[in-house]
């Protein structure tokens, strides 16, 4: 480890050297306050916090690739035309090490960079958001700037599977097929099965379980939006769909939330 250091500390002496990491630096304070000031923004949260990343985090990974790119092709050329690279060599340093060594080098100095200019978007982003009126900045605490996750429903293939099993045996015991058509049978009581667990047709209900996981102790008494997303086979002309969800433990919440029609 103590030589993957050596060579990581060389990478930055050589970046110090070449000016490299001030002037990047620079660029990158540049672009990040500079862009969102230039680009005016409709006034909404929403379409001030797009404007403001979208800009800074495509100029921060341009900027850091060119960087990547044009350190690590300098300092070999550099390290080959001085004889340094030689003198390394020679030393008992593995030739993956010097490698690995230049790696994390650049890596630490992007990852210097990165977090030198994450902290200057979040903080241009806090001081711009006080000048947004007051519901604006409402809505930037309570629905832009918040934590996302996404949640599916419980996989329920062993079960799937199990009572495709119990139903092609009854079926076949009812209705014996041929060998070359059980396949088909089997693949159309899977779907059969898939459609009592996954579709719910007009007028009825369907109970879901959702595992959050260890997040669950987090959320707890938190308010929380929901995006629920489903997949229909007709399409409405209005392009909505009515429906009522509730959410909750059945027999077991206090109270179950019921959202509007």
């Avoid at 993956?96 to 230049?102: A, E, F, H, R």
């Avoid at 900045?137 to 799937?160: C, F, T």
């Avoid at 209705?175 to 996954?198: H, T, W």
Wanted: aromatic fraction near 8%; charge should be positive.
């Amino acid at each position: 480890m103590q030589r993957l250091l050596a060579i990581a500390l060389l990478t930055w002496k050589a970046a110090f050297r070449f000016r490299l990491f001030l002037v990047v630096a620079v660029l990158l304070l540049a672009s990040v306050v500079g862009l969102p000031i230039l680009i005016k923004d409709d006034g909404t949260a929403r379409g001030f916090t797009q404007i403001l990343l979208t800009y800074t985090l495509s100029t921060i990974t341009g900027l850091l690739g060119i960087s990547t790119l044009w350190l690590a092709c300098g300092t070999l050329a550099r390290d080959i035309e001085e004889c340094q690279l030689q003198m390394v060599a020679v030393k008992p340093v593995a030739r993956w090490q010097i490698w690995l060594g230049k790696w994390l080098g650049i890596m630490s100095l992007n990852a210097v960079l990165l977090a030198i200019s994450g902290a200057s978007v979040f903080s241009l982003l806090q001081w711009r958001s006080h000048k947004l009126p007051a519901g604006e900045q409402a809505i930037l605490r309570n629905e832009v700037m918040v934590a996302r996750g996404s949640a599916k429903p419980e996989k329920q293939d062993k079960y799937i599977e199990q009572m495709t099993q119990d139903l092609v045996k009854e079926r076949l015991t009812k209705n014996p097929v041929s060998q070359a058509d059980l396949p088909e049978v089997i693949k159309q009581i899977r779907e059969q099965v898939k459609a009592q667990l996954q579709v719910v047709p007009p007028g009825y209900q369907i109970p879901f379980t959702i595992d959050l996981g260890l997040a669950k102790n987090s959320l707890r008494d938190r308010p929380l939006q929901l995006r629920i997303k489903f997949n229909s086979a007709d399409k409405s002309p209005s392009g909505t769909f009515q429906g009522v969800w509730f959410l909750g433990v059945p027999q077991k919440t206090p109270r179950i939330w019921r959202s509007e029609r």
